[in-house]
């Protein structure tokens, strides 16, 4: 069977992009299926999250799914999932497999010993510490996962398309907190 024709549960997972001592990591719920064909994290063409990324100062140059890998060695960026199983619609990703696959994530993270952890999407970190975002908040959150920073930021996928303004401002203010670009109301 061709990796085309593959169904959900077939296909391979993304693999974790992850190294000790990175600055930030990305997390999402779980890899979607034109992602995991891809074999590239948020490959999927309606997702906005690459040129968001691309904008924030985080990284100095337009980059794309296929320099993902590249990430990790280059600027110190990471990518992992909470949930290590292929499927496209998250919201069958039950909250019960979120929290058990909570202790595994956090290994995850602890291995890599990022600056800041910045989950893509508001579910998961929302399921993971239920009692934190209570404001609704996006940006930096009063906890730390693993020693690092906790961020949250609207998803960036198609159907999230309303928040993408919020998506970008969350990246560019986490881009001033790990000192890659400077405040907009700073002055030289």
Same mark, same amino acid.
């Given at each position: 069977?061709?990796? =085309? ?6 296909? !391979? ?6 190294? &000790? ?9 779980? &890899?979607?299926? $034109? ?15 690459? &040129? ?16 993902? !890998? ?11 999932? +909470?949930?290590?199983? +292929? ?20 290994? $995850? ?17 929302? +399921? ?11 940006? $930096? ?6 020693? =690092? ?40």
């Amino acid at each position: 069977m061709s990796a =085309a024709a593959e169904a959900p549960g077939r296909l !391979r997972t993304l693999p974790d992009l992850l190294r &000790p001592g990175l600055e930030l990591v990305f997390v999402g719920i779980n &890899p979607g299926e $034109r992602s995991a064909r891809l074999g590239h994290y948020y490959g999927h063409p309606g997702n906005a999250f690459w &040129p968001a990324l691309s904008a924030s100062g985080l990284v100095p140059r337009d980059v794309g799914p296929e320099d993902d !890998r590249r990430l990790p060695l280059d600027y110190g960026i990471g990518f992992t999932d +909470v949930v290590k199983r +292929v499927q496209t619609d998250s919201t069958r990703v039950a909250d019960a497999e979120l929290r058990a696959s909570a202790p595994a994530f956090r290994r $995850r993270i602890a291995y890599a010993s990022p600056r800041a952890v910045c989950f893509t999407t508001t579910r998961a970190f929302d +399921v993971l510490h239920p009692r934190v975002r209570a404001s609704g908040t996006w940006g $930096r959150q009063p906890v730390q996962i693993a020693g =690092a920073e906790a961020w949250v930021m609207p998803s960036t996928s198609g159907r999230a398309a309303g928040y993408r303004a919020d998506a970008q401002r969350v990246l560019r203010e986490l881009a001033v907190a790990l000192g890659r670009r400077e405040s907009a109301g700073a002055t030289s």
